[in-house]
């Protein structure tokens, strides 16, 4: 899960991203008002599931956390859920296939 990236994972990001995708940051609260990116929303992994129906199905969804461990949580809790969902791992991953 951790450091492992590939090409067409990240071909896929910018394929949503050009779909006008939502870009869920599932950090803590704190850890987004420190440093998030521009146009994300904050959902912290714990309350994914409450806050789920926040989030629209018609959408496709970048996911990404700090590290990879949290958003990988959330990006298999929205798949199982109906939602066209990509981890993109940490916010460093995120932010180089937003260049």
């Given at each position: 899960?951790?450091?492992?990236?590939?090409?067409?994972?990240?071909?896929?990001?910018?394929?949503?991203?050009?779909?006008?995708?939502?870009?869920?940051?599932?950090r803590?609260?704190?850890?987004?008002?420190?440093?998030?990116?521009?146009?994300?929303?904050?959902?912290?992994v714990?309350?994914?599931?409450?806050?789920?129906?926040?989030?629209?199905?018609?959408?496709?969804i970048?996911?990404?956390?700090?590290?990879?461990?949290?958003?990988?949580?959330?990006?298999?809790?929205?798949?199982?859920?109906?939602?066209?969902?990509?981890?993109?791992?940490?916010?460093?991953?995120?932010?180089?296939?937003?260049?």
């Open positions: 899960m951790w450091g492992f990236f590939n090409k067409n994972k990240s071909s896929k990001i910018k394929d949503y991203v050009e779909q006008d995708a939502t870009l869920l940051d599932v803590t609260a704190s850890e987004y008002n420190s440093d998030h990116i521009e146009g994300s929303i904050n959902i912290p714990q309350g994914i599931d409450a806050q789920m129906d926040k989030l629209d199905k018609n959408k496709p970048v996911v990404y956390c700090a590290m990879g461990g949290r958003s990988g949580i959330a990006a298999s809790k929205l798949k199982r859920n109906g939602f066209k969902v990509v981890n993109a791992q940490s916010i460093r991953n995120m932010r180089k296939n937003l260049k």
